[in-house]
């Protein structure tokens, strides 16, 4: 059995239709996008009766050990202090986010289920704007008011999020930490 880890950043949230299917042509637009196609099509190519792999592609996951300049972390960050979050625009740039015991629940049913083959998207399956997590994160926080408004920028005005099905039917695995959790958690 081989389960790799790989990314939605195998699409292009520009030109490729939205919610990523599973079954979709990815478009990488970036080099870490394009090194994990590659990776998923090395992978894939071994698969076959004595070989079992399953791709996991994982939605914008969320939890300990983040990268610390990400959107979340930094939101986070303010809300501990006391703070309200920075946005960037009106915040409606919208991601599928994933708490990463979620992930590592995906990746557990990958390897244990006989069933678990190809690729497999793991995420929520939905899109939650930039704001709403924002929001989240002063409530659990116990910050009052908005969240700060800063000038726009064209990288966080995309919407992306994958399509979910299989992950259902072939792990029977479904993410169990809703936003209002996570937030708390971060």
Do not use: I, N
């Not at 698969?47 to 969320?62: H, S, T, W």
């Amino acid at each position: 059995m081989l389960v790799l880890a790989s990314t939605r950043s195998v699409f292009d949230p520009a030109t490729d239709v939205v919610p990523f299917a599973e079954d979709a042509t990815p478009h990488p637009s970036s080099p870490y996008g394009r090194s994990k196609h590659a990776a998923e099509r090395e992978a894939l190519v071994f698969a076959g009766p004595e070989l079992r792999v399953c791709v996991l592609r994982l939605a914008q996951l969320v939890g300990p050990g983040q990268d610390p300049t990400s959107f979340v972390a930094r939101a986070a960050a303010a809300c501990r202090e006391g703070r309200a979050p920075e946005l960037w625009g009106a915040g409606t740039g919208a991601r599928d986010w994933l708490w990463v015991g979620d992930a590592c629940e995906a990746f557990v049913a990958a390897v244990t289920r006989h069933e678990a083959r190809g690729v497999v998207h793991v995420g929520a399956g939905r899109a939650t704007s930039l704001r709403d997590v924002a929001v989240a994160l002063m409530r659990a926080h116990g910050v009052a008011g908005e969240p700060v408004a800063r000038p726009e920028r064209a990288a966080d005005e995309d919407r992306a999020f994958l399509a979910v099905g299989r992950a259902r039917a072939l792990l029977g695995w479904q993410p169990r930490t809703p936003l209002e959790r996570w937030a708390a958690l971060v």
